[in-house]
């Protein structure tokens, strides 16, 4: 059963209760990262993810808070042995940073490790990342401090889908690539520049016509996260939700049947 999953649902200023933002896309056969905070592999066994079927990472941003979890993901899955390679995709500039960490780690001298690919993503709406016999993934560029994507993931078996705007103020693109979505995955960090509110995130899911909104990347200093979500519905007649840590989202229709 294909379901994405919350591993972190905080913004860049992470309290006790939740970890910065990322997740992962859970399939059959496949699992893919987007984004890598905090200790990946931890959380990853914890919640029963095998480690041989994770095969690729979608990086969004090159922020700390979005990458920070890259070096030990890469250490962990090498010191568990993989040979397979492991498939990161990103924006350019997130390539570069990533591989300039790396280097200043000297992973070069890791002995045996691992082959990673680094594929560049390109910044139009609607491009194909990856093709799998259970997802298909495209994004588009957003509206950031530095290059950005949205992910779109659909699942082949249902054809349902999730959207993540990742950290964006709100922006046509983003608007393109989740017109219809299942659950549009929104930031709500507040109002700053390159950043949503609440409420912008609640307009964005009535302006593509979402079935579900999720709120998060809240920050710390948030101290009414309710506050948060009666903005959103001001503006979204549909459901609206809190993102939380370890939250499952079945990507499977709901059966018919009695």
């Given at each position: 059963m294909a379901r994405l999953i919350i591993l972190g649902s905080g913004a860049a200023l992470a309290d006790a209760s939740r970890d910065n933002t990322y997740m992962v896309l859970q399939g059959r056969e496949s699992s893919i990262l987007i984004d890598c905070g905090g200790s990946p592999l931890h959380k990853l066994q914890a919640l029963g993810v095998d480690l041989n079927s994770l095969d690729s990472l979608i990086v969004t941003h090159h922020h700390p808070d979005h990458i920070y979890g890259v070096p030990v993901l890469l250490l962990g899955l090498w010191?568990?042995?993989r040979q397979e390679p492991f498939h990161i995709f990103a924006p350019q500039r997130s390539v570069a940073a990533i591989t300039s960490i790396m280097d200043a780690l000297e992973w070069q001298d890791w002995p045996g490790r691992m082959p990673v690919?680094?594929?560049?993503?390109e910044m139009r709406v609607g491009?194909?990342?990856?093709e799998s016999p259970e997802f298909e993934i495209t994004t588009a560029p957003v509206e950031h401090h530095v290059p950005t994507i949205a992910v779109k993931v659909m699942s082949r078996e249902s054809s349902k889908t999730v959207v993540?705007?990742?950290d964006t103020e709100p922006c046509g693109a983003l608007a393109r690539l989740a017109q219809g979505a299942d659950i549009l995955i929104h930031?709500?960090?507040g109002d700053y520049a390159g950043h949503s509110t609440s409420a912008q995130a609640?307009?964005?899911a009535r302006r593509c016509g979402a079935g579900k909104l999720v709120l998060i990347h809240f920050t710390a200093l948030d101290s009414e996260l309710e506050g948060l979500r009666r903005a959103a519905e001001a503006e979204f007649d549909g459901p609206v939700e809190l993102a939380?840590?370890?939250a499952v989202y079945p990507l499977q229709r709901p059966?018919?049947?009695a």
């Open positions: 010191l568990y042995g690919a680094f594929h560049e993503v491009h194909r990342v990856i993540y705007s990742s930031e709500s960090t609640g307009a964005m939380e840590d370890f059966s018919s049947g």
